[in-house]
């Protein structure tokens, strides 16, 4: 079973940078694709953005592109989120995800969520 961990969030101000991170347990993190949701109150969870198990395939929504960067380090079991530039529109819990198959298969059928990291972008 796979485990997924979520840390990095914060309050900032508009403009401002941010890290999220993702740690992998109870299986190897090269064998599973992962992925970004968020969650904006009120609002259905999101698609942000996707990474293949060796990290050479990268899906983004169009609102993200250009200022998030997805990646992931297999050595350390872990997936990031860069995300820059942030806007109040950027606000919501993000939940980091993954699946066995291949990444373009997240956005539609996720098969592990982390409990989500909230994130909070003051204008």
């Known amino acids: 079973q796979v485990q997924l961990e979520e840390s990095g969030g914060g309050l900032v101000q508009a403009g401002d940078s941010l890290r999220l991170s993702c740690a992998v347990s109870g299986r190897t993190s ?25 990290g050479n395939v990268r ?9 998030f960067t997805i ?25 980091c995800v993954a699946g066995d ?5 997240l956005i539609s059928d996720v098969g592990y969520w982390g409990q989500g990291t909230q994130v909070t972008v003051s204008s």
């Open 30 to 54: 090269s064998s599973i694709s992962m992925g970004w949701f968020r969650q904006a109150p009120g609002k259905e969870r999101e698609f942000v953005a996707t990474i293949s198990r060796q």
């Open 101 to 105: 198959r291949n990444s373009g298969a």
């Open 59 to 67: 899906n983004y929504a169009d609102s993200v592109k250009g200022r």
């Open 71 to 95: 990646s992931r380090d297999n050595a350390k079991n872990t997936m990031y989120l860069e995300m820059t530039t942030l806007k109040p529109e950027d606000t919501a819990v993000y939940y």
